[in-house]
């Protein structure tokens, strides 16, 4: 290590330091409290002094250790591309592994009802990451509104549910179609537009969605909300202790004892198979014409047309078929929470579902799944934290951001890959 | 087979085209040339309707195709080659070919079509799994070009194939364009910027400056052209 890189390694983390005095210093330093009816300025300069100690102490290592070593800024590091390498090789083994131990995980001795409630919301967020994928990954359109289709999924679920009694299985395609026609609604005045133009306005679009839930009294109950929506039953079985006059339940049906626990497993079931369907689906259409179709859009909207690629059918059917599966993993938290309001369906979701998409390398599949597991595990982890959960947050992101700037799995396989012919 | 007359261009205020005329009849091929600005990169994608002509008519065989969407055109048979390659380059060579035979009956023919194009280019058979992006140069333009075959065009629109290619296989790609026209018989509109290499080509020229068809002609009369030797072929330097 020179002397010149150390010297400026040092200047850039007092500089650092000299940021967070001037953003730290006045929130966090100065603070005023009430004593005998009268506002007193109460310095907090110990805080102070060891956020910026902080932020000046960790500028310097992330220079030393990552930004200006003997490698191109952008490239992976040694450990990311080992991680690489060993998901390329030992992939499907992996994803094997994977689906078999979420298929097994209710059953595990330490599967109590905490943890199948935080698989079941890891499922939830998986999903709605694979269905985001579709139109971030695969077609490359910055899509922040994606809550709207979530929302729209959840309340045609329940007003469907609700008001014409119909099953599960006839609302969720429903509240699919429903969350595809809307994405439609949405693809068509954003045709022609890109990148950031786009995240703007499909931003505006998921609060709008949000606003209209919250203003439309008569259908939606405003912020009220809408409550006693039915619980799925397996195959028409309920999960009920004390069943209706006549009805048999799940746990009579097939002689077992009652337990909440059995409807718990049943939802986490219903999302693994939900969330297992968007992958495939999204595996094989990559190989289909539309799906090729997606992915040179995201490359070369121009080379596109040229080939006679029309750009409108195929930003249309990205849209329908992301928001088409927002939807469904909307029904099923809709069924799940029995109760829904505008409050779920804020920015913050929106934001959360493009960050897991984002950092988890774009297009990749599993680097989803390792995201989410990370993202939403540390929420979790820092549940009892409160205060500290969103720095939590931010600060994985940054770190993520910082050691594998294109996402955990940056890199992704080929399409296709097909045995050389001889 | 293509009747281009008295077509205007704009990008918003700014007028690329001034009225261009030309004409490309069955089996020849045409080439276009002029300097950095003249608009010859505007005319193919206003043929292929990428970019819209304000006024103007563009007609093939018959048909006027000047306000059809772009994909429209590609399936009544015209096929371009943009500037600059424009190859999908994160997905795989097989993938770009396959994005090619988009048009044509959705890839039905997908392997006699692509065989077609092997047969041309050798090189694309060894890369089929290889992302677009890590082929070389001229391998880029190979790719570019037979992907645009696999709609199997009837007209193929070529931009600038020799920019940024080392000389050996710009005389490779050359060839190749030779025998599309010949033995395919798909009539070939070619812009370039290395004037001597496509008049040498041609069967007939076109000089276009600054939105205006300058001159035409055979391609040898344009070559041995005092004027076009002193703009376009360094004539004046020997």
């Known amino acids: 290590m020179d002397k010149n890189f150390l010297q400026s390694s040092l200047k850039d983390s007092l500089f650092t330091g000299l940021i967070a005095l001037a953003l730290f210093g006045p929130i966090v330093g100065l603070r005023t409290v009430a004593v005998n009816e009268a506002l007193v300025v109460q310095p907090k300069w110990l805080v102070v002094a060891l956020i910026v100690a902080f932020c000046a102490v960790g500028r310097f290592f992330i220079n030393i250790y990552t930004f200006k070593k003997d490698q191109r800024r952008g490239e992976p590091s040694s450990f990311g591309k080992a991680i690489s390498n060993f998901l390329d090789t030992k992939g499907s083994q992996i994803a094997l592994g994977a689906v078999i131990f979420s298929i097994i995980f209710p059953f595990l001795p330490f599967a109590d009802r905490y943890w199948m409630d935080i698989a079941i919301m890891m499922m939830t967020y998986i999903m709605l990451g694979w269905g985001l994928n579709i139109v971030i990954g695969l077609a490359g359109l910055l899509d922040l509104g994606y809550v709207a289709f979530y929302a729209v999924g959840a309340y045609s679920y329940a007003l469907f549910a609700i008001h014409f009694g119909w099953s599960f299985w006839i609302c969720l395609p429903l509240a699919g179609l429903f969350a595809g026609m809307f994405g439609i609604l949405l693809g068509f005045p954003v045709l022609r537009l890109r990148g950031d133009y786009l995240a703007i306005v499909t931003l505006a679009f998921g609060e709008m969605i949000r606003i209209l839930l919250l203003n439309w009294y008569e259908l939606t109950k405003g912020p009220d909300g809408l409550t006693g929506i039915p619980r799925p039953s397996f195959f028409g079985l309920p999960f009920k202790r004390y069943p209706d006059e006549g009805v048999e339940t799940f746990h009579t049906f097939f002689g077992l004892e009652y337990s909440p626990m059995q409807r718990i497993i049943f939802l986490y079931y219903l999302i693994l198979i939900l969330a297992l369907i968007t992958n495939f689906f999204t595996i094989k259409i990559r190989r289909l014409p539309v799906g090729r179709a997606w992915e040179a859009l995201r490359e070369d909207e121009i080379a596109c047309k040229s080939l006679g690629v029309n750009p409108r059918n195929t930003k249309l059917t990205a849209f329908a078929v992301g928001a088409m599966f927002g939807g469904f993993a909307g029904s099923f938290f809709a069924t799940r929470q029995a109760f829904i309001s505008p409050e779920s369906f804020t920015f913050i979701e929106s934001a959360i579902i493009v960050a897991i998409v984002v950092l988890g390398g774009m297009g990749s599949q599993t680097g989803v799944v390792l995201s989410t597991i990370f993202l939403i595990g540390l929420i979790e982890v820092f549940r009892d934290f409160e205060s500290y959960r969103m720095v939590a947050f931010g600060g994985a992101m940054v770190l993520i951001m910082v050691f594998r700037p294109k996402g955990i799995l940056a890199k992704r396989k080929p399409t296709i890959t097909m045995v050389k012919e001889k | ?238």
Not at chain 2, 28 to 38: F, K, R
Not at chain 2, 58 to 80: A, M, R, T, W
Not at chain 2, 180 to 189: A, H, M, P, R, S
């Open chain 2, 1 to 238: 087979m293509l009747n281009i007359s008295k077509v205007e261009t704009f990008y918003g205020n700014i007028q690329a085209l001034r009225g261009v005329d030309v004409k490309v009849n069955d089996g020849e091929i045409v080439a276009l040339i002029g300097s950095n600005g003249a608009g010859k990169s505007t005319l193919l994608m206003t043929i292929s309707g990428v970019n819209k002509a304000a006024t103007g008519e563009i007609v093939f065989d018959k048909k006027d195709i000047s306000n059809l969407p772009p994909h429209d055109i590609v399936n009544l048979g015209i096929s371009q080659v943009p500037e600059g390659r424009r190859i999908f380059s994160r997905l795989t060579v097989e993938d770009n070919l396959r994005l090619g035979a988009s048009v044509n009956q959705k890839g039905k023919n997908f392997d006699q079509d692509a065989k077609e194009v092997y047969d041309l280019f050798p090189v694309l058979k060894d890369r089929l799994l290889q992302r677009g992006g890590t082929l070389s140069g001229g391998e880029q333009q190979m790719l570019a070009i037979g992907r645009a075959m696999m709609a199997r065009p009837r007209m193929l629109l070529l931009d600038e194939p020799s920019l940024g290619i080392a000389p050996k296989l710009v005389n490779q790609i050359f060839a190749s364009i030779k025998n599309i026209n010949k033995e395919k018989g798909v009539t070939v509109f070619l812009v370039e910027q290395n004037a001597k290499k496509a008049l040498e080509l041609a069967d007939r020229g076109y000089v276009l400056v600054n939105g205006n068809i300058n001159l035409e002609g055979s391609g040898k009369d344009l070559l041995n052209n005092p004027d076009v030797q002193a703009a376009y072929l360094e004539g004046g330097k020997k």
